[in-house]
């Protein structure tokens, strides 16, 4: 038996069809050369020398007693902040899936902690932690009349980073316990079980493979993380940071290749762990609806402390959040509480903020259309078509996921500073706001490629049968079928390629040149030398852009999205 | 209306899937070869799994024959993709544009085909008008019952006036009620429109009702081709007996063949039957014998005993036993007719045209 025949037909019929050709190969380029081989060069650069290949490199990197150190320090906090994080990620997604709140108070809260992670840049909350509880913490300072103590190190970064990534446990928590059917919970009350067992036998079996996942996602996170050690980490330096200061300030490039490619193994074999076993299994598990609504816990003491317990939590954590606007208002941040607006001016007159927001703004607006548009059209290609080389693309947009913006912006540093493979070619694009804007696309893909994979999964597959069926070439299916269908999130992709574009740091701060300033990059450099009231400032700023960006993209979604024509059929 | 009539014809198809657990190669369609005559109506029956949805996609042009080719008017059609056939698809889904109304729905394929607007306008109008649509232009899909979003699929695929229109499944989401009307409607309007149609169903008694030609198919394989009659009639096969209406399948032994006429004993009786194909005397042979060809008596025919007797109003259903075999039984408009009950004697009788001997 030979499929010979089909596949050359489906060949022929392929080759027919120029734009998703011209399409495939162009995104297979882009691919393979901003996110595969500036890889592929790290590996190149640390096992290579003049001596041949080997292992000289990392025997060197590895000999160093501070790598070494910063490698059990990111996995220590790694694995405090993944069990911490996914620990209270389901206290609150218990709360509000299982226990009947008396206030809508509550739920309120829920939705503005999981959301101020999302607008808010990375470090926001090393800002407002060193501010709180800092030498010159209002908390510890004033209130609790600690003078000394240091917030910098292992806990300044393992709670800023529970704190930053909890909420997205919550989120994947919550769509889990979600889909648990209540009736099996009530077979196990029926039974003669008490709620404590139930939830030990039953609830907890059932979203233990999504507690993994949890967990995994927020450990890579947390050792991916670069701005929160950089500004609250002091001596105490996880792999991220040792990456970039053992380029930036030892200007050892093979030795920092060398580091990369141990943090990016690190993440890679957790991604694939959480990818291929983990995520799988969550959903196996879970795949079925609820029957019907859930009977809430009313009792009291079951209800009481755990609202108590989780409205201090989440008070806490918007308290941290609007202590950096107030952080720019005052004279001096722990000595001086004039109020004052000299430092919003002062960005402005004396630090170039004018510039560093247009910057920042008209690159992450170049890049934001582009992400959607490209992540779109890879979701569209590995849930609707078959072709060659479609496992490569969904291989390497999943990558892309796993990959640290440290170790990028170092892969990018030895990739493109003397051109592709050092031949000079494309060596122009290095230093330019192009390698940038490329760089926000790379970073925001997977994000974008992940929901636009979900949204399309939705969309029967004779949809756009019935469209390619009635004439409309592979273009014009996506043009006028495709798009429309996923423009939710589309928009959304939009707007989350534009927020993360314009608050990320890890691997911009490794590329940029002085010719562009960077709001995120200005904000590091500020809160590193201490000068808390420009860095709040520039903070600020940034926040009500992104959160102003967020708020025009649901009322454009409302007005124009798909969420009205399901409106409609209601 | 329609441009041209097209026949098809397809030549040896063989269609090669994998397993996805065993990771082993099979047959999903086997050497089928049909030829559909230009302005007929065929429909492919058979249980699901026998490969008609993958015949209908192979000649929709979505999925390619690994083996032999399909000819679409004389002309080979396997290496062109499904834009560039001229064949009309009503899916099972109906799979409308949702975010499209009606009029756009149905001019779409026009406007991919840059008609001027006030043709597309015109012919618009006048298919609406034809699948009993008129005014509804501006409703969107979500505003339409199944019955009516099924309407707009097959108004969009007859607007491009295509030389075949394919058919998959498009009744299986509406209700028994609505499907007979649909499926009335949809003869009506082909034979209006003169336009060639296969129809992929499972459902034999909507394949009776509505096709000229029927083939049934199963395991990848033709099993027999031919027109409702032909079918219902004289099945090739068991399989294609049972899965057409009711049958009983009565095993006998041929005791002597003169031409086509023969005896055949059935449980220690011999009756005598015509159109018998050639055989050898003393072999097992097994007629089909459908419920309502067959009558109770009290004497004649073949012995039996009532073990079911049941009173269904327009008709009496029994299951009696010949020997060791059990047989269905209808008995129309049981009114004035003697009722057999539960453990009752009685006899099998039947016309010897009325059976069809495999």
């Given at each position: 038996?030979?499929?010979?025949?089909?596949?050359?037909?489906?060949?022929?019929?392929?080759?027919?069809?120029?734009?998703?050709?011209?399409?495939?190969?162009?995104?297979?380029?882009?691919?393979?050369?901003?996110?595969?081989?500036?890889?592929?060069?790290?590996?190149?650069?640390?096992?290579?020398?003049?001596?041949?290949?080997?292992?000289?490199?990392?025997?060197?990197?590895?000999?160093?007693?501070?790598?070494?150190?910063?490698?059990?320090?990111?996995?220590?906090?790694?694995?405090?902040?993944?069990?911490?994080?996914?620990?209270?990620?389901?206290?609150?997604?218990?709360?509000?899936e299982?226990?009947?709140?008396?206030?809508?108070?509550?739920?309120g809260?829920?939705?503005?902690?999981?959301?101020?992670?999302?607008?808010?840049?990375?470090?926001?909350?090393?800002?407002?932690?060193?501010?709180?509880?800092?030498?010159?913490?209002?908390?510890?300072?004033?209130?609790?009349?600690?003078?000394?103590?240091?917030?910098?190190?292992?806990?300044?970064?393992?709670?800023?980073?529970?704190?930053?990534?909890?909420?997205?446990?919550?989120?994947?928590?919550?769509?889990?316990?979600?889909?648990?059917?209540?009736?099996?919970?009530?077979?196990?009350?029926?039974?003669?079980?008490?709620?404590?067992?139930?939830?030990?036998?039953?609830?907890?079996?059932?979203?233990?493979?999504?507690?993994?996942?949890?967990f995994?996602?927020?450990?890579?996170?947390?050792?991916?993380?670069?701005?929160?050690?950089?500004?609250?980490?002091?001596?105490?330096?996880?792999?991220?940071?040792?990456?970039?200061?053992?380029?930036?300030?030892?200007?050892?490039?093979?030795?920092?290749?060398?580091?990369?490619?141990?943090?990016?193994?690190?993440?890679?074999?957790?991604?694939?762990?959480?990818?291929?076993?983990?995520?799988?299994?969550?959903?196996?598990?879970?795949?079925?609806?609820?029957?019907?609504?859930?009977?809430?816990?009313?009792?009291?003491s079951?209800?009481?402390?755990?609202?108590?317990?989780?409205?201090?939590?989440?008070?806490?954590?918007?308290?941290?959040y609007?202590?950096?606007?107030?952080?720019?208002?005052?004279?001096?941040?722990?000595?001086?509480?004039?109020?004052?607006?000299?430092?919003?001016?002062?960005?402005?007159?004396?630090?170039?903020?004018?510039?560093?927001?247009?910057?920042?703004?008209?690159?992450?607006?170049?890049?934001?259309?582009?992400?959607?548009?490209?992540?779109?059209?890879?979701?569209?290609?590995?849930?609707?078509?078959?072709?060659?080389?479609?496992?490569?693309?969904?291989?390497?947009?999943?990558?892309?996921?796993?990959?640290?913006?440290?170790?990028?912006?170092?892969?990018?540093?030895?990739?493109?500073?003397a051109?592709?493979?050092?031949?000079?070619?494309?060596?122009?694009?290095?230093?330019?706001?192009?390698?940038?804007?490329?760089?926000?696309?790379?970073?925001?893909?997977?994000?974008?490629?992940?929901?636009?994979?979900?949204?399309?999964?939705?969309?029967?597959?004779?949809?756009?049968?019935?469209?390619?069926?009635?004439g409309?070439?592979?273009?014009?299916?996506?043009?006028?079928?495709?798009?429309?269908?996923?423009?939710?999130?589309?928009?959304?992709?939009?707007?989350?390629?534009?927020?993360r574009?314009?608050?990320?740091?890890?691997?911009?701060?490794?590329?940029?040149?002085?010719?562009?300033?960077?709001?995120?990059?200005?904000?590091?450099?500020?809160?590193?030398?201490?000068?808390?009231?420009?860095?709040?400032?520039?903070a600020?700023?940034?926040?009500?852009i992104?959160?102003?960006?967020?708020?025009?993209?649901?009322?454009?979604?409302?007005?124009?999205?798909?969420?009205?024509?399901?409106?409609?059929?209601n | 209306?329609?441009?041209?009539?097209?026949?098809?014809?397809?030549?040896?198809?063989?269609?090669?899937?994998?397993?996805?657990?065993?990771?082993?190669?099979?047959?999903?369609?086997?050497?089928?070869?049909?030829?559909?005559?230009?302005?007929?109506?065929?429909?492919?029956?058979?249980?699901?799994?026998?490969?008609k949805?993958?015949v209908?996609?192979m000649?929709?042009?979505?999925?390619?024959?690994?083996?032999?080719e399909?000819?679409?008017?004389?002309?080979?059609?396997?290496?062109?993709?499904?834009?560039?056939?001229?064949?009309?698809m009503?899916?099972?889904?109906?799979?409308?544009?949702?975010?499209?109304?009606?009029?756009?729905?149905?001019?779409?394929?026009?406007?991919?085909?840059k008609?001027?607007?006030?043709?597309?306008?015109?012919?618009?109008?006048?298919?609406?008008?034809?699948?009993?649509?008129?005014?509804?232009?501006?409703?969107?899909?979500?505003?339409?019952?199944?019955?009516?979003?099924?309407?707009?699929?097959?108004?969009?695929?007859?607007?491009?006036?295509?030389?075949?229109?394919?058919?998959?499944?498009?009744?299986?989401?509406?209700?028994?009620?609505?499907?007979?009307?649909?499926?009335?409607?949809?003869?009506?309007?082909?034979?209006?429109?003169?336009?060639?149609?296969?129809?992929?169903?499972?459902?034999?008694?909507e394949?009776?009702?509505?096709?000229?030609?029927?083939?049934?198919?199963?395991?990848?394989?033709?099993?027999?081709?031919?027109?409702?009659?032909?079918?219902?009639?004289?099945?090739?096969?068991?399989?294609?007996?049972?899965?057409?209406?009711?049958?009983?399948?009565?095993?006998?032994?041929?005791?002597?063949?003169?031409?086509?006429?023969?005896?055949?004993?059935?449980?220690?009786?011999?009756?005598?039957?015509?159109?018998?194909?050639?055989?050898?005397?003393?072999?097992?042979?097994?007629?089909?014998?459908r419920?309502?060809?067959?009558?109770?008596?009290?004497?004649?025919?073949?012995?039996?005993?009532?073990?079911?007797?049941?009173?269904?109003?327009?008709?009496?259903?029994?299951?009696?036993?010949?020997?060791?075999?059990?047989?269905?039984?209808?008995?129309?408009?049981?009114?004035?007719?003697?009722i057999?009950?539960?453990?009752?004697?009685?006899?099998?009788?039947?016309?010897?045209?009325?059976?069809?001997?495999?």
């Amino acid at each position: 038996m030979a499929k010979k025949q089909s596949a050359a037909l489906d060949r022929k019929k392929f080759l027919a069809d120029p734009v998703m050709v011209t399409t495939i190969v162009v995104l297979i380029a882009f691919l393979a050369l901003f996110i595969l081989y500036p890889l592929a060069i790290l590996l190149v650069d640390s096992f290579i020398t003049e001596e041949g290949v080997g292992l000289s490199i990392f025997r060197r990197v590895m000999g160093m007693p501070n790598f070494r150190k910063a490698i059990t320090n990111t996995l220590k906090v790694g694995f405090f902040v993944g069990i911490a994080s996914t620990l209270i990620g389901l206290l609150f997604a218990y709360v509000e899936e299982y226990v009947k709140l008396r206030t809508r108070f509550l739920s309120g809260i829920f939705k503005v902690v999981s959301m101020l992670p999302v607008v808010s840049p990375p470090f926001v909350l090393s800002l407002s932690m060193i501010m709180l509880f800092g030498k010159a913490g209002i908390l510890t300072r004033y209130i609790l009349h600690i003078y000394d103590n240091n917030v910098y190190g292992f806990w300044g970064i393992a709670v800023v980073q529970t704190m930053t990534f909890f909420p997205v446990c919550y989120m994947m928590l919550k769509g889990l316990l979600k889909n648990i059917d209540p009736s099996l919970e009530e077979a196990a009350r029926d039974m003669g079980a008490s709620r404590w067992k139930v939830f030990m036998t039953v609830t907890l079996p059932l979203i233990l493979p999504g507690l993994g996942n949890a967990f995994l996602v927020t450990f890579i996170e947390s050792i991916a993380d670069f701005a929160n050690p950089m500004i609250i980490g002091g001596s105490y330096d996880t792999l991220a940071t040792t990456i970039y200061l053992q380029i930036t300030g030892a200007y050892d490039k093979e030795g920092a290749s060398a580091m990369a490619v141990v943090l990016l193994c690190i993440t890679l074999v957790m991604f694939v762990v959480q990818k291929f076993y983990l995520e799988a299994k969550s959903t196996a598990t879970l795949s079925g609806k609820a029957s019907r609504q859930r009977m809430l816990v009313k009792e009291r003491s079951v209800t009481l402390p755990l609202s108590i317990l989780c409205s201090v939590m989440a008070v806490f954590v918007i308290m941290m959040y609007i202590c950096v606007p107030f952080g720019a208002l005052f004279k001096t941040w722990g000595y001086d509480f004039h109020l004052t607006t000299k430092w919003f001016t002062q960005v402005f007159t004396k630090y170039k903020g004018f510039k560093a927001f247009k910057d920042s703004f008209i690159l992450s607006l170049i890049a934001s259309p582009i992400t959607a548009l490209i992540s779109m059209v890879i979701s569209y290609l590995v849930v609707k078509r078959k072709f060659k080389g479609k496992g490569f693309i969904e291989a390497v947009s999943m990558l892309a996921m796993a990959v640290p913006g440290t170790v990028l912006g170092i892969g990018y540093i030895r990739g493109f500073s003397a051109g592709v493979f050092r031949t000079g070619f494309l060596q122009g694009l290095y230093g330019t706001g192009a390698i940038l804007v490329i760089v926000f696309v790379v970073r925001s893909l997977p994000t974008g490629t992940r929901s636009g994979i979900s949204a399309l999964r939705q969309i029967d597959k004779s949809i756009e049968e019935s469209a390619y069926d009635m004439g409309a070439d592979s273009l014009t299916v996506f043009m006028t079928v495709t798009l429309p269908l996923i423009r939710d999130s589309f928009l959304s992709g939009l707007v989350t390629a534009f927020v993360r574009s314009i608050t990320a740091i890890s691997a911009i701060i490794l590329l940029v040149t002085p010719q562009y300033l960077l709001i995120t990059v200005q904000i590091n450099e500020f809160a590193e030398k201490g000068s808390y009231g420009i860095a709040c400032a520039f903070a600020t700023i940034l926040i009500a852009i992104t959160y102003g960006a967020v708020l025009i993209m649901n009322l454009i979604i409302s007005r124009f999205g798909a969420g009205r024509m399901i409106k409609e059929e209601n | 209306m329609g441009k041209e009539k097209k026949g098809i014809r397809l030549e040896h198809i063989s269609k090669i899937y994998q397993d996805p657990k065993t990771k082993k190669d099979f047959y999903a369609v086997k050497d089928v070869s049909l030829d559909i005559e230009p302005g007929s109506f065929v429909t492919l029956l058979g249980p699901s799994g026998c490969g008609k949805t993958t015949v209908l996609r192979m000649i929709a042009g979505f999925e390619s024959p690994d083996e032999g080719e399909i000819y679409l008017a004389g002309e080979p059609i396997n290496a062109l993709t499904p834009n560039k056939r001229d064949t009309a698809m009503v899916f099972q889904s109906y799979a409308l544009l949702p975010h499209y109304n009606i009029f756009d729905n149905v001019a779409y394929g026009l406007r991919l085909r840059k008609l001027d607007k006030d043709t597309i306008r015109t012919k618009v109008t006048d298919i609406l008008k034809l699948v009993g649509l008129e005014g509804m232009e501006a409703r969107m899909t979500n505003q339409l019952s199944g019955g009516q979003q099924q309407r707009v699929a097959l108004a969009r695929a007859l607007v491009l006036e295509p030389g075949v229109l394919l058919f998959d499944e498009p009744l299986s989401n509406l209700d028994a009620k609505l499907r007979v009307t649909m499926r009335t409607e949809i003869r009506r309007i082909q034979q209006e429109a003169g336009i060639t149609a296969v129809y992929v169903t499972h459902d034999q008694s909507e394949a009776m009702a509505i096709a000229d030609k029927i083939i049934i198919m199963q395991g990848g394989v033709v099993s027999q081709a031919g027109t409702p009659r032909e079918i219902y009639y004289t099945p090739n096969d068991e399989f294609v007996a049972d899965f057409i209406g009711e049958a009983n399948f009565l095993k006998g032994k041929l005791l002597n063949l003169d031409g086509n006429e023969g005896e055949i004993d059935i449980n220690g009786t011999a009756i005598r039957i015509s159109g018998i194909s050639k055989r050898e005397t003393g072999s097992e042979c097994t007629l089909v014998l459908r419920p309502e060809s067959a009558d109770l008596s009290d004497e004649g025919g073949l012995p039996c005993e009532v073990i079911l007797s049941c009173f269904m109003g327009s008709y009496q259903y029994y299951h009696v036993k010949i020997g060791d075999q059990t047989v269905k039984i209808t008995v129309f408009n049981p009114k004035n007719k003697k009722i057999y009950d539960v453990g009752e004697r009685a006899c099998v009788i039947f016309d010897s045209e009325n059976v069809h001997v495999l």
